[in-house]
């Protein structure tokens, strides 16, 4: 029983990055569904937790560097969809896992404060680009639904050879039928996606900053000078490209935007020095409210306008309750602030060289880029391109800058839109509209804990 759940567990567990073998997705329930197999509703439950308590643990480990208890307490949530997934395919039978895992990773993803759409069970493809296709229309759920549908067909396979019964031979010549016209109809879908030309209107030359700032001395008042002059020095290698467009991570600028008005002048004379327009990600604070932001800038050094970040990390940026329970808030953020949410989705215009015409985007801030109606609402309100400015540094050498990125790749082709990735330590790259990663910023193969900057042009339909 136990190797069963822990072969389980690390099936999954390896097939997310940063060991990226996705191909064991395919298997990976497979061991539980034998594990829970003739078991009661209630045991199921039991061993299902279990399996998802270690996959999450092993998949979310990094969050060990920002905080244990928080680790162990969010791992310990989330394992109770596996339980409740485990207890409904012992009810019903294993036919249901499918549609009953994408609705319950539905209900994960969007749970009010508890919404979590991390790992997803659809994101461990994010390479498999024959596969994701279809995320235009189905999101990531489609993917994870095609997932355990494989997942469901193996098992049953495997049931009946062992068992060898003409009952279990004729069901599971059904499911394979059933399986085989899936995949057909899935990657056929994707091949002509995949094989449609390129009919771009407009292509925009971007460049992206990764400063590589060490977490402990980001908020260091005797480090604000090194950091100014370390994305100044980027910046001004970045400018030779000629991109329309420079961006820096989440909160690069090392203060108060506007508020600290040297290092604020320092920045919009950068940006009219290269004569570039520059979007920053900075913190930001009016009537004493305080932003997560992303600050425009245009190439004569004026502040054209100020995205201010709408969907906050709870627990993290605000304390949810706390208005009604003030203790809430010592308790988590002692005597820090709290930030604000935002309340529009800004459309920047970037206004390209050479008399092209003007190209719109919109940011996504730090793990906004998890959330599909985000992105959509920008695209919506006409975003040609998504930029995500982040910071992944609080969690080490670690898969969770891959994890990160792979939200991005399917926000990409949900919305058929290039995105382009600006973190402070990695992973900065360039996504098209089909959720290939063609550039980034990279040295001797690695995008973690390396400085730099990249120009890459991405096109715009």
Sequence with gaps: MLWKIILSAFLLIFSFPNFNFNFLAFFGFVPLFFAIENKSPKKAFLISYITGFIFYIGVLYWLYHVTVIGLVIICLYLAIYFGIFGMAVSRFGVLVAPITWIILEYIQAHLPIMGFGWALLGYSQYKNLLLIQIADFSGVYGVSFVVMMVNVTAWKLIVAVTESRKKNMRSMLYILCSMVLVLALVYGYSFVRLSEKDNFKNATKVSVIQGNVPQELKWDPDAQ????????????????????????????????FEIDKDMTGRVLNLAKETKTQLLAGVNAENNEKYFNSAAFISREGNIIDRYDKIHLVPFGEYVPFSNKFPALHKLVLGELGE??????????????????????????????????????????????????????????????????????????????????????????????????????VEEKKSHLFITGYKTSIIGIK
């Design 225 to 256: 000078n090194m950091i100014i002059e370390k994305y100044s020095a980027l910046t001004k290698m970045a400018a030779l490209d000629s991109p329309d467009l420079i961006v820096w991570p989440e909160t690069s600028f090392p203060g108060f």
């Design 339 to 440: 930030f604000t949410p935002g309340k529009e989705f800004k459309i920047f215009k970037l206004q390209a060289a050479g008399g092209r015409p003007q190209v719109e985007f919109g940011t996504l801030i730090c793990f906004e880029d998890i959330f599909p109606e985000l992105a959509k609402k920008f695209v919506k309100n006409g975003a040609k391109f998504l930029v995500v400015i982040t910071n992944d540094a609080w969690y080490g050498k670690s898969g969770a800058a891959y994890q990160h990125a792979a939200c991005s790749v399917f926000r990409a082709i949900e919305n058929r839109v290039p995105i382009v990735r600006s973190a402070n330590t990695g992973y900065s790259c360039f996504i098209d509209s089909r959720g290939r990663i063609y550039d980034s």
